[in-house]
């Protein structure tokens, strides 16, 4: 508790220093970007890039993690606000001000929700004619399905049949283009819309509302960092669908970095002619180093520095509270069905969720709530091994150990804890190796790790950036394994009786 404390002071000293985030696809990064470097030219900025979805990304606003975020009319009013129907800018700036939450900035372009199918197959050219095409497979982002303006509207205004499937976004192409779905939701800035020359259905009942691109912030925002929320509020109206298509097309199709892209749009932005629209055929092969280049890039110690502390500190704090309560368990019948369950309860709380509801809970997104996260799961096999390994010490050497005048404080320590050790350990490697893996979930609220890796690849579908996270955590998953079966030899040979 007292090392969450210390970290939960840290933001304190970055206050001046304006915090820009963004969801989990091509398009939330690019403006992600745009915005913080704009905002760098006047003083302090960060990029706290691809918090997840909508509710995950608010949740951050409103805890004061981030203090302003690219959004979309239709996505605040529909699905922020909760109105049943589309409301006015100043009806959304009424009911926003009561969360201390603004809006404005409008970019200059509408990406509105749209349904595709690939160009060459035969079907429905409208979501009217979609009713009439039972058999067709829904691939559809988990977020549109969940969305009060997504799947649930959309079906009961068109009366559709069809029963979606849940996909991430940033694979619902690849997966459309290899049959496996026929119809995916999708953004009409998309650039692979055209890379995959998908036909778009018509929304002849106009369920979609407009959703302009603008920026939610907290109120204080425009006082706090003047400077920078001028050079911001001065990208209004300054990015066309086509330039933002462009950009999307540049990252998904040309593989360059959501940076590299932001930079060289705000390069010739004042003034500059409108880019072009057209997205290549295909995507570029890529070349034969290029997951070597992406897995040794200038950012795997960083992302390594991060990993390991997520680690290190949540397993830490795993045993100082694991395995007393292990004791306790093992030292009172009564309790240990009690202290067992819950550890065993906790653990069965999906990540993501349980990620989402601490951002409120603490105020905060980043590395307080991940390790909050990984020292919950680490408990159980700590607990339960520690439990394991007491209840199996002889009941002989414990009379004898009493016999001997030892208090029960010392024969806990000088007798049943190191008998128990071998087992205790056993349930540490198990909590290390698990939190290995699950610290990569962290990325989705900020945390770093290897996992930032993975969330940018599955945002793209690139899968040289996939693997380039996946890779080396499962090296550090492996030589946690080694290292900690390394420790169990030794410590057998020296708990092991002279011949």
Avoid at 445 to 462: H, K, P, S, V
Wanted: hydrophobic residues 50%; proline residues 6%.
């Amino acid at each position: 508790m007292l090392l969450f404390s210390l970290l939960a002071g840290a933001p304190a000293a970055a206050d001046d220093v304006l915090k820009i985030g963004s969801k989990r696809f091509t398009e939330s990064y690019v403006l992600g970007e745009i915005l913080t470097q704009t905002a760098a030219a006047h003083g302090k900025a960060a990029h706290r890039q691809g918090l997840g979805n909508t509710a995950i990304v608010l949740a951050a606003l409103q805890a004061g993690s981030i203090d302003v975020y690219p959004e979309y009319l239709g996505t605040i009013d529909l699905e922020i606000l909760k109105n049943p129907a589309p409301t006015s800018l100043p009806q959304m700036r009424a009911a926003l001000a009561k969360l201390g939450l603004g809006v404005g900035v409008p970019l200059g372009f509408n990406n509105t929700y749209a349904l595709a199918l690939r160009g060459d197959s035969d079907g429905p050219t409208s979501l009217s004619q979609l009713a009439a095409y039972p058999a067709l497979r829904l691939g559809l982002s988990h977020e549109f399905i969940g969305r009060a303006d997504g799947w649930p509207g959309l079906a009961r205004r068109y009366g559709l049949p069809q029963a979606p499937r849940g996909l991430d976004h940033g694979i619902a192409y690849a997966a459309q283009a290899e049959r496996q779905v026929d119809v995916i939701d999708i953004y009409s800035t998309d650039a692979k819309i055209a890379q995959y020359k998908l036909r778009v259905l018509d929304d002849d009942l106009g369920y979609f509302p407009r959703y302009d691109a603008v920026l939610l912030y907290r109120l204080d925002v425009p006082a706090r960092f003047g400077a920078r929320w001028q050079a911001i509020a001065a990208l209004e109206g300054r990015i066309p669908s086509a330039q933002m298509i462009a950009m999307n097309a540049a990252v998904e199709v040309g593989q360059r970095s959501f940076a590299a892209v932001a930079a060289d749009w705000l390069k010739r932005a004042p003034g500059a002619a409108p880019a072009t629209t057209a997205a290549p055929a295909s995507a570029p092969a890529p070349a034969a180093g290029a997951l070597m280049a992406r897995l040794f890039d200038g950012k795997l110690w960083q992302l390594t520095g991060e990993h390991l502390f997520l680690v290190l500190a949540s397993v830490g704090l795993a045993c100082l509270a694991g395995i007393p309560l292990g004791v306790l368990a093992a030292g009172s019948p009564r309790l240990r069905q009690s202290v067992l369950a819950l550890a065993g309860l906790l653990q069965t709380v999906p990540s993501l969720a349980l990620l989402a509801m601490l951002i409120p809970l603490l105020g905060m997104i980043g590395t307080v709530p991940a390790l909050v996260a990984l020292f919950v799961y680490a408990l159980l096999p700590i607990v339960r091994n520690t439990c394991t390994g007491l209840l199996q010490v002889p009941a002989g050497l414990r009379t004898a150990a009493l016999a001997l005048g030892l208090t029960t404080r010392q024969r806990l320590l000088h007798v049943d804890l190191p008998l128990a050790l071998p087992v205790i350990l056993a349930g540490v490697k198990t909590a290390a190796v698990m939190s290995v893996g699950t610290a990569t979930i962290a990325a989705f609220i900020g945390a770093g790790g290897y996992g930032e890796r993975i969330t940018i690849g599955l945002a793209l579908n690139d899968n040289n950036m996939l693997l380039a996270g996946a890779i080396p955590a499962a090296v550090l998953a492996l030589l946690t394994q080694a290292g900690f079966e390394l420790l169990e030899k030794l410590l057998g040979r020296r708990l092991a009786p002279p011949v």
